[in-house]
C-alpha cells in the first residue's frame, strides 16, 4: 500500500472526537475524574449513568464551560483542551444544546431562527427546518413564551442546526416532553444521523436512546465505567438496569 492510501486510510478510521483522561473541576470540586471517550463522524453515541454521575459536565467540559479541565479533547485530530471557550464552537463546528435550551423566550420562533451564528458551513435552511419540525412551521409567529415545552425544545435544537454545526452535543432532550414529542424527536435524530451528523447524546430515556445509538458508555462518578456497543445491548440489559436503577 503507498504512503498515501495509508494516510487516508488512517484518517478514515480516525476518530471525529476522541477524548482521554479528561477531568474537570467546578472551583475546588473535582467532577470528572479521567473519562475515555471516541466517536467517528456520522456516529451516535449516549452517555449513560445516574443523576450527578458527570455526563452533563463531560459535554460543558468539551465546550470549556468548566472552571478548569485536563486531559485531552481532540476533534478531527486537533487538540481542544486549551483552547478558550469561546473558540471551540467555531474551531470545532460544534453545536451545543443544554438541557435548559437557551431560547430567547422574549422573540418569535422566526426571529431565534435568524440570530443564531455560523460556526460552520451549509446550516441548514427554514425551508429544511420546517421540514423536519413542521410544528415550528405552525408557530413561526409566536413568542417564545408561548410554546409548549416541546416547542421550545425543537426550536432549541433547530437553531443549532442553522448554525452550520456537525458535531452536536444535546442533553436530555426528551426529558419532561409528551410522547408524541418524544417519537418526532427521534424521528428528528434518525434523520440527522442519515445526513452524516455526529452526535453526543446525554439521555435518561434509555427505550428512545436505544434504536438510534452505535454506542452507549456507562458513566459513574465521573469516569466511564462500561462500554456497550449497539450489537451489544440485547446481551447487556442486565447490566444496563444494574447501571441505570435509582
Keep these: 500500500m503507498s504512503q498515501t492510501m495509508e494516510q487516508t486510510t488512517a484518517a478514515a478510521a ?21 473519562i475515555d471517550l471516541e466517536l467517528a463522524e456520522g456516529q451516535l453515541i449516549t452517555l449513560l ?18 472552571d478548569r479541565r485536563t486531559g485531552s479533547i481532540q476533534i478531527r485530530g486537533q487538540e481542544f483542551i486549551a483552547k478558550p471557550a469561546h473558540r471551540i464552537a467555531p474551531l470545532g463546528g460544534i453545536g451545543y444544546c443544554p438541557e435548559e435550551r437557551g431560547i430567547f423566550a422574549s422573540l418569535t420562533v422566526g426571529e431565534n431562527l435568524m440570530l443564531p451564528p455560523a ?5 441548514m435552511s427554514l425551508e429544511e427546518i420546517f421540514e423536519m419540525f413542521p410544528n415550528l412551521r405552525e408557530v413561526r409567529n409566536r413568542m417564545g413564551t408561548r410554546l409548549s415545552g416541546g416547542e421550545q425544545q425543537m426550536l432549541a435544537l433547530a437553531r443549532i442546526l442553522r448554525t452550520g454545526a456537525r458535531l452536536l452535543l444535546l442533553d436530555e432532550i426528551t426529558e419532561g416532553l409528551a410522547p408524541v414529542i418524544v417519537k418526532a424527536m427521534g ?34 462518578h465521573g469516569t466511564v465505567i462500561d462500554r456497550i456497543e449497539a450489537a451489544e445491548v440485547g446481551a447487556s440489559m442486565d447490566r444496563l438496569n444494574h447501571y441505570l436503577s435509582v
Design 187 to 220: 424521528t428528528a435524530i434518525r434523520k440527522l444521523k442519515e445526513r452524516g451528523y455526529t452526535i453526543v447524546l446525554v439521555e435518561q430515556n434509555f427505550r428512545f436512546a436505544a434504536p438510534l445509538a452505535d454506542r452507549h458508555y456507562i458513566i459513574e
Design 14 to 34: 480516525a476518530p471525529l472526537l476522541h477524548i482521554r483522561d479528561l477531568h474537570a473541576w467546578y472551583g475546588e470540586s473535582h467532577i470528572l475524574h479521567g
Design 49 to 66: 449513568g445516574r443523576n450527578g454521575a458527570g455526563r452533563t459536565t463531560t459535554l460543558r467540559a468539551i465546550m470549556g464551560m468548566v
Design 119 to 123: 460556526v460552520g458551513e451549509g446550516g
